[in-house]
């Protein structure tokens, strides 16, 4: 356990006079937000499982999208708990400082483990994954990560709500999203062992889920308590200003993950576009469904598309392969 931290300043408040705690105030005043976040999620992740996928790539697409999330945070959260005192005083107020370097868990961190799982999935190195990642496309997201980059050089204490909305959503609906990845991997996915000199056929579901995971006997329980008792030493440290800041910070990233999703439905359906139609640059065709049609007929297009992705009767598309009577009956019952 870290050292207690102490309030140092008459601008800085107690819980008892805050009244809620942040995790309170954030939690209320996202409700709306989180239970609109959740319902967009769970909609859509049937689309990266089997029946409708029976490999790992929307996935990895997913992820790829929400990497670059946690990368941009963490990283310059790492850049400010590393700054030495000096340079810390003059680059940032000395509570908040306090605060983040107090919160700063190595074990909770994401970065490493996401670099890990990509570059399993990709089948690409290390270096591949961090140039894919750099020249990520997508509008909603350069619009996420700007506004990051923005807000945290005017108000770096923003970043606890970074941490406390992207870690307790691992730590909490998370495991559920990790189990139904895992049933999927040990079913359809069967990713292959990292070690292709073994001989064994058996098949690890963890492999490429590695950001789901933590590390200890508790699966990260452990780490979730440790790092709710360190926000509680620390939000004494924190005016009644920078406590809004970061329950305001937090809406605008649920607001932003939810544009997100709504962004990866574009890029989902212009590869079910590709599929369909064999276009070369499926994002493109996209676009021009989208905007050249009336209004209201791309989304039902999109509609359709997903179902056709969701009931796989694009691959007799792809291939025309011939099918049993049998089987296709079996698919329409599905």
């Not at 990895?60 to 850049?79: D, R």
């Amino acid at each position: 356990m870290a050292e207690p931290i102490t309030a140092a300043s008459s601008k800085t408040i107690s819980n008892s006079i805050a009244g809620d705690t942040l995790p309170a105030q954030i939690s209320s005043a996202t409700r709306a937000s989180h239970t609109h976040l959740n319902r967009l999620i769970l909609a859509r992740l049937p689309l990266a499982l089997p029946p409708s996928s029976q490999s790992p790539e929307t996935y990895a697409t997913g992820l790829l999208h929400i990497a670059p999330i946690y990368l941009s945070f963490e990283s310059l959260w790492a850049e400010i708990v590393e700054l030495q005192p000096l340079e810390a005083s003059q680059a940032i107020d000395h509570r908040v400082f306090s605060a983040l370097k107090h919160l700063y868990m190595p074990d909770m961190l994401r970065t490493r483990s996401l670099r890990s799982d990509l570059s399993y999935l990709l089948h690409k190195s290390s270096e591949e994954v961090d140039d894919v990642l750099e020249h990520m496309e997508g509008l909603q997201l350069h619009r996420f990560l700007l506004h990051f980059e923005q807000t945290c050089a005017l108000k770096p204490h923003v970043l606890i709500a970074y941490a406390w909305v992207m870690y307790m959503a691992l730590f909490n609906g998370g495991r559920w999203i990790r189990a139904q990845l895992l049933t999927a991997n040990a079913s359809s996915w069967r990713l292959p062992a990292l070690d292709r000199t073994s001989d064994s056929t058996e098949v690890d579901p963890s492999l490429g889920l590695a950001f789901w995971h933590f590390f200890g006997e508790e699966d990260g329980e452990d780490i979730k308590n440790e790092f709710k008792a360190r926000l509680s030493d620390v939000e004494g440290l924190l005016d009644v200003e920078q406590r809004q800041d970061i329950v305001d910070e937090a809406l605008s990233i649920f607001k932003y993950l939810a544009l997100l999703v709504g962004e990866l439905d574009e890029v989902v359906a212009a590869k079910a576009l590709a599929i369909v139609t064999n276009s070369p640059s499926p994002e493109r065709s996209w676009l021009l469904v989208k905007y050249l049609l009336p209004l209201g007929m791309a989304e039902l297009i999109y509609a359709f598309l997903l179902w056709i992705r969701t009931r796989r009767w694009y691959f007799s598309i792809m291939t025309s392969r011939q099918q049993s009577p049998n089987n296709i009956d079996n698919r329409k019952r599905r």
